[in-house]
């Protein structure tokens, strides 16, 4: 069975180009190969099968779990994510996880969370003059965000646990340090990247176990998500051990922090760019809000792919792929699309308006799809429509004129220079 072509140059290369320049990279091996296309990265170590049009995206979407895992891909994530992450599970154990962790996210109890959403955020933007840095600032703010309502964390408990996250992350965050493990992921000692990581991970879960007991020993004293993980009981009426609610805690801050950063600091550095929608935000219509929102997920996703391993062969959209392969939606290129989007590359929130044709869901897969569609979803929808309202206020200038372009931080794909903008 051989693989749909892709760009011959070795795996070194392509890593390097999907982890600096992933928009001119996907763009290019769409470009040169079409859809679907094979890369080879450090990524994964199996190539991957990438594919977007809505047909290929919905076939990888409906893929059995039992021979399409997504928990395998990933893997790279265990040491920080645990062994009982919703991310690395798959199967029955991932539904029963999802099952517990998407009641918080829903209906009144989500809605109930958009006033203190609001006030963080009013708190945050009230402080922007002169020159701001938007990433830097979202990742504080959606980390005080996540903190508040996951953890319920207090006054005197956010300044520990923000010290002992920042540090965690900041030693994946940068490329050279996921550049040195992604090719060795060994403990070569304190000072290596890995070894660094691996001291991060355990000051931040030492404070983690202490936030626990002390909620332990008060039940019920909030309204956070840990006090709803906290109340579960399996079948024999146990409630969950520390590493199990660890893992769904650092589940829900890996799945949130740094997305929802990322997707708001691009549609800060977009608006920016933008003042007729700026004026009209400032009309506040829902409808529009809505509409920006939607849009910046579209144009600058910021999650790239949504991969699954296959166990055995399958056959997406007349491809037979073979067992041993990770076959991913690429939700860049479905985002990005010319042909699937009508001026792909303008920031047109109109486009959720009303206009015909109606876009396609199967190409606005900013949140993935299928059973791994992201259990946080309209939380993140709901958290940036809070930043940006309160951000209407503002009037916003891009510090240089030029777009910023997407680089790689982490999982995400962030603006190259921070989202850095002139306000008042
Ligand atoms: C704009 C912000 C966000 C974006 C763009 C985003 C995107 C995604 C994507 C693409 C996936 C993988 C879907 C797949 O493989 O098909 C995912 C999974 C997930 N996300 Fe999000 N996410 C965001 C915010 C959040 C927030 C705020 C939370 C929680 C507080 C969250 C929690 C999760 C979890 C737990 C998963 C794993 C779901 C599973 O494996 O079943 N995400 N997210």
């Not at 938007?134 to 408990?157: H, K, S, Y």
Request: overall charge positive.
């Amino acid at each position: 069975m051989d693989l749909p072509p892709g760009p011959s140059a070795p795996a070194i290369w392509q890593t390097i180009a999907w982890m600096t320049r992933p928009g001119a990279f996907l763009r290019g091996v769409h470009a040169r190969f079409g859809d679907p296309a094979t890369i080879r990265t450090y990524w994964t170590e199996e190539p991957m099968v990438l594919f977007s049009s809505p047909d290929s995206v919905r076939a990888v979407f409906r893929l059995d779990p039992a021979i399409a895992p997504a928990g395998q891909s990933w893997e790279f994530l265990r040491p920080f994510a645990g062994a009982h992450s919703i991310l690395l599970l798959d199967g029955e154990e991932h539904l029963r996880e999802r099952r517990v962790m998407a009641g918080p996210f829903h209906g009144e109890r989500m809605r109930a969370f958009a006033p203190m959403v609001a006030g963080l955020a009013r708190a945050e933007l009230a402080t922007w003059r002169g020159r701001v840095l938007a990433l830097e600032r979202m990742r504080e703010l959606t980390l005080q965000i996540i903190l508040r309502v996951v953890f319920g964390a207090r006054d005197d408990e956010l300044a520990a646990l923000r010290r002992a996250i920042d540090d965690t992350l900041a030693t994946v965050r940068s490329l050279p340090s996921l550049l040195a493990m992604a090719v060795v992921r060994r403990d070569l000692g304190p000072r290596s990247p890995w070894g660094r990581f691996r001291m991060a991970v355990e000051r931040f879960d030492g404070v983690l176990f202490e936030l626990l007991a002390r909620r332990r020993a008060h039940p019920g004293a909030d309204d956070s998500m840990l006090a709803v993980l906290l109340e579960q009981r399996d079948e024999y009426g146990n409630p969950p051990s520390d590493r199990h609610l660890r893992d769904e805690l650092v589940a829900l801050l890996v799945g949130g922090h740094d997305e929802s950063a990322a997707s708001l600091a691009w549609a800060f550095e977009r608006l920016a760019r933008y003042p007729e929608i700026q004026a009209r935000l400032r009309e506040g219509d829902p409808a529009y809000l809505d509409a920006v929102v939607k849009e910046s997920l579209r144009i600058r996703p910021v999650l790239t792919i949504a991969p699954r391993l296959l166990l055995e062969p399958v056959q997406i959209a007349g491809h037979w792929i073979p067992a041993g392969i990770q076959v991913a939606a690429c939700i860049w290129l479905a985002c990005r699309r010319e042909d699937l989007w009508p001026s792909a590359n303008h920031f047109r929130p109109e486009r959720w308006l009303g206009e015909q044709p109606a876009p396609n869901p199967m190409s606005w897969i900013p949140f993935g799809g299928g059973v791994r569609r992201c259990a946080g979803a309209p939380f993140a929808e709901m958290e940036m429509r809070e930043v940006l309202r309160a951000a209407a206020g503002l009037a916003l200038r891009p510090a240089r004129a030029e777009a910023e372009r997407a680089r790689r931080s982490m999982l995400v794909l962030v603006p190259h220079r921070g989202a850095k903008m002139l306000v008042g």
